[in-house]
């Protein structure tokens, strides 16, 4: 697990297999001067096999997850898991109460199974998407 940027450019430049699908690199193609901004205000750590980036968490200041993604070929191995407890580390370094996030239908199980509970009715996200309010208090 490592905190973006300590730097990581090796990690970064890497050739995910599934590069679509990599958030970073859609990012950094579309507006690489955006992405920049975004990272500097907000805790990112990766989740890094041999040089591979398998996953990324953020975490904005006010303690709200902004960002929980694991490459499809690494799911359900633990990355989130662990991503997750790095977060909640870092909220408790900075003095925060209480995370905050909306989640996907799919990640509620895990997030549930951390001790996040539910914060008022799902709200509508991109297209189909609903994304659910969840909080944990540290
Ligand atoms: C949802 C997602 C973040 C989970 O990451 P992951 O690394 O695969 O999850 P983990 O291996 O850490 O599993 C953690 C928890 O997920 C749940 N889980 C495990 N297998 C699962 C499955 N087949 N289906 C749904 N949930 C499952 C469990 O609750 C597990 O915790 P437990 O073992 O203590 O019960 C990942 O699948 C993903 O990136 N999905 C697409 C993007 C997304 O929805 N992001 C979330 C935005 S809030």
């Keep these: 697990m490592r905190r973006y940027p300590a730097l990581d450019h090796g990690a970064m430049s890497h050739r995910p297999s599934r590069r679509c699908s990599d958030p970073f690199f859609v990012a950094r193609q579309q507006d690489p001067e955006n992405m920049r901004r975004w990272i500097a205000q907000t805790y990112v750590f990766l989740a890094v096999e041999q040089g591979q980036i398998l996953g990324v968490g953020a975490m904005n200041e006010s303690g709200e997850i902004t960002l929980n993604y694991v490459s499809p070929d ?13 977060l909640e580390l870092q909220a408790s370094y900075l003095g925060i109460r209480s995370i905050t996030l909306q989640s996907s239908l799919t990640a509620l199980r895990l997030y549930e199974s951390a001790g996040y509970r539910r914060n008022g009715p799902p709200t509508k996200g991109f297209g189909i998407t609903f994304g659910h309010p969840l909080i944990k208090n540290l």
């Design 74 to 86: 690494a799911r359900f191995r633990g990355i989130s898991k662990a991503l997750l407890q790095r």
